[in-house]
C-alpha cells in the first residue's frame, strides 16, 4: 500500500476477544515501525470485554505491567475506507522484550499450529463464510434496518433475495471496493434466513491470511454500515426468534507438491481426512468456548436452529457439526460448522487446525458418519451447554492443552470468568449493547 498520502496511521494487535487493541499515530511515523518503536502494555491484549484488566492476571501487576514490543505483521498495511480521513491500519503481533512471541497474542497461537504443519510439508487453505446483520441501534434494543428504497424497516425474511441485495446497493458496492482495497477475496454475496441477515464468502487461501482477513473484514462491514446510516453486528444471536450468525470454515491440507492431502480419488476421502475429521470430533466439547465465547452464543446453539448442538459429522449434510461437501475429489476439504460469527478468527482457526492435526498424529479413527436430521439422532456428544461450562472444560482438557499454548488457555479462562461476573452486574436489557460491535 502506498503511504505517501496519508495522514494518520492505526497500530493494532488482537486481543483474545478479536477486538484490535493499539494506538493512533501521524503517517510520518510509518517507517519506524519495523524497528520496534511501537510498545503497548503485554496485558493490554488480555483485557476483557470491556477493555478492563483481568485481576490477578499476572501480566499487570507482578510484571509491573510490562510493555511488550509490537512489529508489524506480514499482512501489511491497509486503508481504512469507513473514515474521512486517508488513514491506514497496519496489524501488529506483540513480542516480549527479548524478541519471543507473547503467546497471549491469537496470531501467534495460530502461527504456531501452522508451523506444525509446516514441519510435516503441509500448507493449510482455508475459506471462511463471514455472516452478520444490518440493523437499527437507536433503540432500548436491536431492531432491523430500514430500506432504503422506503425507508421502512424491513418485517420479514428474505432468504437468497436478489431484491435485499439490490435494496442495499449502495452498501454492498462500498463493501466490495473496500474490501478490494484492503486486499481482501470478497466472494459472493447472499441475503441469509435472518431479518437483515447476510453473508459473503471470502476466498480459500493460506489460512493465517484468512484469519487475517477474517478479522480485517469485521471491521470493515461495521465501519461501513456506520458510514451508510446503520449498524452492523457479528453477534451469534441479535434476535431471540430470528437466524443467528455462524462463520464456517472450509479447510484442507496441500503437500510440497501442491497436493491435496485429503483427496484418494474417492468421495470417501483418504485416510488422513478421516483422522483430521476424529481429531475434530474429539476436541469440540472442551473447544465449545472458542466457538461460542460469549454469553450470547449460546442462544444460537439450540437444537433446529441451523447450529450444531452435537459432535458429528457427515457427508454433504448442513445438520452436521462437521461436514464434508460433495464435488471434485481435488477439492476435497472439511466444513466446520460450529462457530458464531462473534468468534476471534485466529484462536477458532488454531483450535480446529489444531484438533485436526492431533487426530492425523494419533491416527484417530471417527465414528460412521451419519445420516438424516442430525438433531433427531440420540446418544451423540454434546457441545457445552452454557457459557460457564465452556469455561470449566476447556480449563480442565487435556487435549485442549495439546493443542493451544498453556498462556493463551490460562488468559481465556480468566478473562471470561471476570465477563461472567461482570454481565451478573449489568441489567440483561443492555447486554446486547456490550456485544453490539464488539465481537
Avoid at 476435497?332 to 468468534?343: F, K, P, S
Amino acid at each position: 500500500m502506498d503511504l505517501s498520502n496519508l495522514r494518520t496511521l492505526r497500530i493494532a494487535a488482537c486481543d483474545v476477544n478479536g477486538q484490535m487493541r493499539g494506538k493512533r499515530l501521524p503517517a510520518e511515523l510509518a517507517d519506524k515501525l519495523a524497528d520496534g518503536a511501537a510498545r503497548m502494555p503485554i496485558s493490554t491484549l488480555n483485557v476483557d470485554l470491556w477493555g478492563r484488566d483481568v485481576e490477578d492476571n499476572p501480566l499487570v501487576f507482578e510484571t509491573g505491567d510490562a510493555d511488550g514490543v509490537m512489529l508489524p505483521t506480514d499482512r501489511g498495511a491497509v486503508p481504512m475506507p469507513w473514515l474521512a480521513t486517508p488513514s491506514a491500519l497496519v496489524p501488529m503481533s506483540m513480542y516480549w522484550e527479548d524478541g519471543r512471541p507473547f503467546m497471549g497474542d491469537p496470531r501467534h497461537v495460530l502461527e504456531e499450529i501452522l508451523a506444525r504443519y509446516a514441519k510435516r510439508g503441509w500448507q493449510v487453505m482455508a475459506a471462511t463464510e463471514m455472516e452478520f446483520c444490518l440493523l437499527d441501534d437507536s433503540g432500548d434494543q436491536p431492531a432491523p434496518p430500514p430500506d432504503p428504497r422506503t425507508g421502512r424497516p424491513l418485517d420479514q425474511q428474505s432468504v437468497l433475495s436478489v431484491a435485499e441485495l439490490d435494496a442495499f446497493d449502495a452498501f454492498f458496492s462500498d463493501l466490495y471496493e473496500g474490501a478490494a482495497a484492503m486486499g481482501i477475496p470478497a466472494q459472493s454475496a447472499i441475503s441469509e434466513a435472518g431479518l437483515g441477515q447476510f453473508e459473503i464468502n471470502l476466498n480459500h487461501q493460506n489460512a493465517l491470511r484468512a484469519a487475517d482477513d477474517a478479522w480485517l473484514f469485521k471491521s470493515l462491514v461495521r465501519g461501513l454500515a456506520r458510514k451508510h446510516g446503520f449498524a452492523a453486528t457479528f453477534m451469534a444471536k441479535p434476535y431471540a426468534e430470528e437466524a443467528g450468525n455462524g462463520m464456517h470454515v472450509h479447510f484442507s491440507v496441500v503437500d510440497t507438491d501442491g497436493n491435496n492431502i485429503f483427496d484418494d480419488g474417492t468421495e470417501r476421502g483418504s485416510d488422513l481426512l478421516l483422522n483430521a475429521v476424529a481429531g475434530c470430533l474429539a476436541a469440540m466439547p472442551a473447544s465449545t468456548l472458542i466457538f461460542a465465547p460469549h454469553a450470547n452464543s449460546y442462544d444460537r446453539l439450540v437444537p433446529g436452529a441451523h447450529a450444531p448442538v452435537d459432535a458429528a459429522w457427515a457427508y454433504e449434510n448442513r445438520t452436521a457439526a462437521i461436514r464434508i461437501p460433495g464435488g471434485s475429489p481435488k477439492a476435497r476439504r472439511i466444513e466446520h460448522r460450529v462457530a458464531g460469527g462473534d468468534i476471534n478468527p485466529y484462536l477458532m482457526l488454531a483450535v480446529v487446525l489444531g484438533a485436526a492435526l492431533v487426530g492425523i498424529e494419533d491416527n484417530a479413527q471417527p465414528p460412521a458418519p451419519s445420516e438424516g436430521n442430525i438433531y433427531d439422532i440420540q446418544g451423540l456428544p454434546q457441545l457445552a451447554p452454557s457459557w460457564q461450562a465452556a469455561v470449566d472444560l476447556f480449563d480442565t482438557d487435556a487435549m485442549i492443552a495439546r493443542i493451544l499454548p498453556d498462556r493463551i488457555i490460562r488468559n481465556l479462562v480468566m478473562t471470561k470468568r471476570q465477563e461472567i461476573a461482570g454481565f451478573a452486574d449489568r441489567p440483561a436489557q443492555t447486554h446486547w449493547l456490550s456485544w453490539l460491535e464488539a465481537v
